[in-house]
């Protein structure tokens, strides 16, 4: 209320800030990672998500559909038998890429700085290790 009494309108609205939208966006433990894996493959089948995530098959559901409703994914549909279904980064999901290797060099270095143990497969998803064939094909068996 000002002076008068009138009720003034707030200037900031937290529901409209776009943090809070790149959070509603990303904000999952999952997200980033099916962003980045389908960046590295171009185009990407489900199962290969169940390969190289330990994530439910329910939880990975959930995600592909918010991320395809937020735009930042496609889900092309090819009408074969079995019928195939690949997932590639919309024009918007690749904009975010760029960021999203902003803050993975961010977390590394930070990582380093703290003496604290970083994921190899990570490492060489983003060009801090050589890349494994086998690492990369059977990222849970060690």
Same mark, same amino acid.
């Given at each position: ?6 009720? @003034?309108?707030? #200037? $900031?609205? /937290?529901?409209? =800030? ?14 980033? /990672?099916? !962003? ?10 489900? *199962?290969? /998500?169940?390969k190289q995530l330990p994530i439910s098959d329910k939880m990975l559901t ?7 409703? =937020?735009? !930042?994914?496609? %889900?092309?549909?090819?009408?074969? @038998? ?7 980064? *919309?024009? @918007?999901? +690749?904009? +975010?890429?760029?960021?999203?290797? #902003? ?15 970083? =994921? ?7 060009? $801090? %290790?050589?890349?494994?064939? *086998? ?6 068996? %060690?």
């Amino acid at each position: 209320m000002d002076e008068t009494g009138n009720i @003034v309108p707030s #200037i $900031y609205s /937290f529901e409209n =800030d776009p943090y809070n939208y790149v959070m509603r966006v990303l904000n999952n433990k999952w997200k980033i /990672f099916i !962003i980045h894996g389908i960046y590295i493959d171009g185009a990407t089948r489900y *199962s290969r /998500f169940t390969k190289q995530l330990p994530i439910s098959d329910k939880m990975l559901t959930m995600m592909l559909k918010q991320l395809e409703s =937020d735009g !930042i994914i496609q %889900r092309t549909i090819y009408p074969e @038998v079995p019928v195939r279904v690949e997932y590639s980064l *919309s024009e @918007v999901g +690749l904009s +975010l890429i760029p960021i999203l290797h #902003i803050l993975y060099d961010w977390g590394w270095k930070r990582m380093k700085e703290l003496g604290l143990e970083i =994921d190899p497969l990570g490492e060489m998803w983003h060009g $801090y %290790r050589d890349m494994d064939s *086998s690492v990369m094909k059977n990222p849970y068996k %060690r």
